[in-house]
């Protein structure tokens, strides 16, 4: 299994400019967890989803941010407009739903800079 | 409410003495508690889980965890540091009686192993 993929790995943009980010889960799986890493704020929880469904997005920082996902295997976080405070380190994460508690799968994130 | 706390930002051991990382918890009812780690520029990696039953719980790598209830701790620990344990570990929390799959982490602890 390829684990989880996302891209794309870097993104460098100017503020203002829309960004999205696109993530892969783990084939079968189907709980999906968007997270924000950065210095000072450490590993935070943006948005789940559970089959396809936005279960908690109490984390989305602002109305800027936006998370979708259509179908089982895709899933985006978008940006819009961009600012430099959103620089961070972005994973997304797959589990399963079921009888768990079962451990989430990192994806190796995308580093986004704003300029 | 739920929480993680990991009290140290960084812990530093010589190669090959024994390791213990610090994490303690806060759900209301039983906890399943997490253990991942974190290599530079990659995502996290589960390390091991408790759920119930054995307190001791062995995971990959080598490393373990002992759950204490009456203390609302899980450490991980290592008898014998490698400096390929250097990295960031996050201990992250989820009180079993919850329905959703979000998990909380703590800040992280950098753990130094010197040569």
């Known amino acids: 299994d390829a684990g989880v993929i996302q891209s794309p790995r870097h993104e460098v943009t100017e503020m203002g400019q829309e960004v999205t980010l696109r993530c892969k889960p783990i084939?079968?799986?189907?709980?999906l967890f968007w997270y924000r890493q950065t210095m000072m704020r450490g590993l935070e929880l943006l948005i789940y989803?559970?089959?396809?469904?936005?279960?908690?997005d109490s984390g989305m920082p602002e109305d800027r941010f936006s998370a979708k996902m259509p179908n089982a295997s895709f899933s985006t976080l978008k940006i819009q407009p961009s600012e430099p405070r959103d620089s961070a380190v972005y994973f997304c994460?797959?589990?399963?739903?079921?009888?768990?508690?079962?451990?989430?799968?990192f994806g190796p994130g995308t580093r986004l800079t704003v300029t | 409410a739920q929480s993680v706390a990991q009290p140290e930002d960084q812990v530093n051991v010589a190669e090959g003495n024994p390791l213990t990382v610090k994490c303690t918890y806060s759900?209301?009812?039983?906890?399943?508690l997490f253990w991942y780690v974190q290599y530079p520029n990659r995502g996290l990696q589960f390390l091991l889980k408790?759920?119930?039953?054995?307190?001791l719980v062995k995971g990959s790598y080598g490393f373990e965890a002992e759950f204490n209830k009456s203390q609302t701790s899980f450490h991980l620990k290592k008898p014998s540091a490698l400096v390929s344990d250097s990295a960031l570990y996050f201990c992250?929390?989820?009180?079993?009686?919850?329905?959703?799959?979000?998990?909380?982490f703590g800040k992280g602890t950098r753990l130094h192993i010197l040569p």
């Open positions: 989803f559970n089959n396809n469904v936005p279960i908690d």
């Open positions: 408790y759920i119930t039953g054995d307190n």
């Open positions: 992250a929390v989820r009180a079993a009686m919850n329905r959703d799959d979000k998990i909380i």
């Open positions: 994460a797959s589990s399963v739903v079921g009888q768990g508690p079962y451990e989430q799968y």
């Open positions: 759900v209301s009812g039983n906890p399943y």
């Open positions: 084939s079968g799986h189907n709980s």
